[in-house]
């Protein structure tokens, strides 16, 4: 899953009631439900090959950062509640990634997943309703920043989404998903 991730995290927070100034920094909750996807990134960028994403998705890889991220949102903002959302978030960041991809669950064991990128058009129509449902409760619950729940927000991320797919009409899955060495 690419925004939809982004989505979940918006709609978390949404969902957020507590005082304003107690509420969990939406930053915090993005980059936690989309920290396996940034440990993917790291792994390309240093060249380091991670199998149907084993060593960032199978639920070993995901406990261990969302204790690691639960632990750094703790010590950035003294809140257990918002420790749990992020460490939550990071663990949810798992079932949709099995509807739009195909992850390892544990070294050395099944690889599992629908694997709809291989449609990328139904692939986005998952994905992006996840976006906007996530975007308009967030712009419902009256979020500051406003131009985070601004319109041109809003079609940034269904960019991002769309550039997706049309980067797998033009160059294949292979490319993107395959360890090259
Ligand atoms: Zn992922």
Redesign the pocket.
Known sequence: ?IVG?VGIAFGARALDRREADARAPLLWLVAAS?A??LL?GAYALGGYCNPA?VF??SIPAAAILAALWGLAAFVHTRSATTALLVAGLVML?LPP?YVT?R?SLWPGGPVVGLYIYRWGWLDFIVEAPLIVAGWWMLRRARFTPSWAVSGLSLAALIAVQLSFYVATLANGLRALFVCTR
């Open positions: 899953m991730h989309v396996p996807d993917d994403g960032s998705h960041h990634d991809g992850k």
